[in-house]
T-cell receptor, first 111, second 117 residues
Framework: SQKIEQNSEALNIQEGKTATLTCNYTNYSPAYLQWYRQDPGRGPVFLLLIRENEKEKRKERLKVTFDTTLKQSLFHITASQPADSATYLC??????????FGKGTKLSVKP | GAVVSQHPSRVICKSGTSVKIECRSLDFQATTMFWYRQFPKQSLMLMATSNEGSKATYEQGVEKDKFLINHASLTLSTLTVTSAHPEDSSFYICSPAKTSGGADTQYFGPGTRLTVL
């Protein structure tokens, strides 16, 4: 069955550093992969989408890479700020148009 | 981004009662509605998919008679948890979509925290 792993349950970094989150998947060949931000008690908020034929996507301080050979996506936040503290979810497109989510990585950015 | 509302945001009920959760897409017509639930420290798990005017399709392990979904219009879908039990306590999130598949961007409601005593 399809499996998505975000290898760190939690990540603590210092303000100003680059946060790098990892998402690995198995038994699947997604057409696209998405990253979401989720704050406590809130629904996910869409951040970036990257398609299988794209290697990298950027949006302001965010950068996503997608390696379909390694079945891995990396999510980077440069010049991190305490306001970036949240849980970040990766998600793959399901067969019905739904999303299959990883458990998320809780990022804490310390001032 | 699209505006999605859920009501109520939080509900506490006694075991055995039924709870209705409403999800509205405020600025676009949702032909498809996905309902997810999320247990603490777990990923969002798809419960069911409904298309406007059709019966919902439930994921394996989700009881269709317990979780009633009504998608009567393109802007409103409801999830009713019937005869709720403590194990149904979870965070329920709706996600309306404009098309039935291959959506580039999906929008999510703010979620409903259900606590069953």
């Amino acid at each position: 069955s399809q499996k998505i792993e975000q290898n760190s349950e939690a990540l603590n970094i210092q303000e100003g550093k680059t946060a790098t989150l990892t998402c690995n998947y198995t038994n699947y060949s997604p057409a696209y992969l998405q990253w979401y931000r989720q704050d406590p008690g809130r629904g996910p908020v869409f951040l970036l989408l990257i398609r299988e034929n794209e290697k990298e996507k950027r949006k302001e301080r965010l950068k996503v890479t997608f390696d379909t050979t390694l079945k891995q996506s990396l999510f980077h936040i440069t010049a991190s700020q305490p306001a970036d503290s949240a849980t970040y979810l990766c998600a793959l497109g399901g067969s019905q148009g739904n999303l299959i989510f990883g458990k998320g990585t809780k990022l804490s950015v310390k001032p | 981004g699209a505006v999605v509302s859920q009501h109520p945001s939080r509900v506490i009920c006694k075991s055995g009662t039924s709870v209705k959760i409403e999800c509205r897409s405020l600025d676009f017509q949702a032909t498809t509605m996905f309902w997810y639930r999320q247990f603490p420290k777990q990923s969002l798990m798809l419960m069911a998919t409904s298309n406007e005017g059709s019966k919902a399709t439930y994921e394996q392990g989700v009881e269709k008679d317990k979780f009633l979904i009504n998608h009567a219009s393109l802007t409103l879908s409801t999830l009713t948890v019937t005869s709720a039990h403590p194990e149904d306590s979870s965070f329920y999130i709706c996600s309306p979509a404009k098309t039935s598949g291959g959506a580039d961007t999906q929008y999510f409601g703010p979620g409903t925290r259900l606590t069953v005593l």
